[in-house]
């Protein structure tokens, strides 16, 4: 409900159904391509010359290779393949947390004006771009990307907001 025919489509790579009748409808393969998937099923996924047979059936070879490689492991969840966050036993809530305290913690998401990191406690932390690194940066993602490991420093603590702020400059 709410969602029309075009955002379908392109969300609809992204579903799983796993108790689905069409055994592609468990992976990341698009429901567009699900021909092409059906027809390489019927090859040795081990030993197939990608040059060869994208041309064959008329499809990119990147595509063509993202198709292989998640039928040779369907149903995965890429965020098996993630980094775990490292995290401190003794650091639970904010109230855990002291300023100049070092944690590792894991970027959850990079805007404009820094990055959010999972630190262990209910809300992330925010390390402002001013705070991510000792020479000018115009962009955060030049320091982090999302899932990366990180060691920050807390610099600032609002117990009352639920905000913690901290820097990548240790």
Do not use: W
Not at 24 to 45: C, F, G, R, W
Not at 137 to 153: A, G, L, Q
């Amino acid at each position: 409900k709410g969602i029309g025919p075009k955002a379908f489509v392109q969300c609809a790579g992204f579903l799983r159904i796993p108790e689905s009748e069409e055994i592609l409808d468990n992976t990341e393969v698009h429901p567009e391509s699900y021909e092409i998937a059906k027809q390489i099923m019927k090859y040795d996924l081990n030993d197939i010359d990608v040059k060869k047979l994208s041309e064959e059936l008329e499809v990119g070879e990147p595509t063509l290779r993202d198709i292989i490689e998640e039928l040779k492991k369907p149903g995965r969840d890429p965020r098996d393949e993630m980094p775990k966050p490292v995290l401190r036993q003794d650091v639970l809530s904010i109230d855990d947390l002291e300023e100049g305290m070092i944690v590792t913690g894991t970027v959850r998401n990079v805007v404009d004006f820094g990055a959010f990191i999972d630190i262990g406690i209910k809300e992330d932390g925010l390390c402002h771009i001013s705070k991510m690194s000792d020479s000018y940066i115009k962009n955060p993602r030049e320091v982090c990307e999302v899932s990366d490991t990180v060691k920050v420093k807390i610099i600032g603590i609002d117990k009352e907001r639920g905000l913690v702020s901290l820097s990548m400059k240790l």
